[in-house]
């Protein structure tokens, strides 16, 4: 440690206010009430105060960091199937879930900016409904936070959807979002999509496309989509 030299030095306070200017180094609470406890003062030394992020553990044992604005998720216990992310949440790691056999459901709240592509491609195999809070009820159904309308490539691989409902809001699916959902059978999409490109690559159990009767963007005809 840097400050260790200072505590059994003659250095007066002038060099070290001088150094930390320099250095920007950044000092922890315990360093910098040494510095003051040695009569160490000053400016210099109160604006390299480094305090940590506070992270926190929801009681769904999911840890969360402090960031400006809000929170971010840094892990999520594995052995969960239901998870639920609290209000203010912005962002989540992608490294949050990593391999996770159990989960099954994931509820986002609308205030997430975007979903990390590798979050659940390291290996979801039982993930079947990702909704956000105003449709947690729902089961086997894509809602994503309004602002989210893309669906970008890998996102979904290797995912559970069996019958699959992606709802109002998205309007892209980008090639292979979906790739390697074994087991997955049907989608029905929006009415808001306006641009799919080959998303279910892999899909080896894919049988048919589904769309509501006033879909105004696509037809479908004995399952396959124009």
Do not use: Q
């Not at 159904?141 to 490539?153: E, G």
């Amino acid at each position: 440690n840097n400050f260790s030299i200072f505590y059994t030095s003659l250095y007066d306070d002038s060099c070290i206010k001088s150094w930390i200017e320099k250095t920007k180094t950044k000092v922890t609470k315990f360093e910098y009430d040494r510095l003051i406890s040695l009569g160490i003062k000053g400016k210099a030394i109160e604006l390299a105060l480094e305090v940590p992020k506070k992270e926190t553990s929801s009681k769904e044992s999911v840890k969360y960091k402090e960031i400006d604005g809000g929170y971010e998720v840094v892990a999520i216990k594995s052995s969960l199937k239901v998870v639920k992310i609290k209000e203010g949440t912005k962002r989540i790691n992608e490294d949050a879930i990593g391999r996770n056999d159990k989960l099954e459901k994931i509820v986002l709240p609308e205030s997430l900016e975007e979903i990390p592509v590798e979050l659940f491609s390291k290996g979801c195999p039982n993930l079947k409904t990702v909704t956000t809070y105003e449709y947690e009820d729902l089961e086997k159904v894509i809602k994503l936070p309004s602002h989210i309308t893309t669906i970008y490539s890998d996102t979904f691989r290797g995912c559970g959807f069996t019958n699959l409902t992606i709802m109002e809001g998205i309007k892209e699916l980008e090639e292979k979002s979906f790739d390697n959902c074994e087991h997955l059978e049907s989608v029905l999409l929006p009415n808001s999509l306006e641009k799919i490109n080959t998303p279910f690559i892999c899909c080896d159990e894919f049988k048919e496309y589904k769309i509501l009767d006033d879909n105004k963007n696509f037809v479908v005809e004995d399952g396959v989509l124009y």
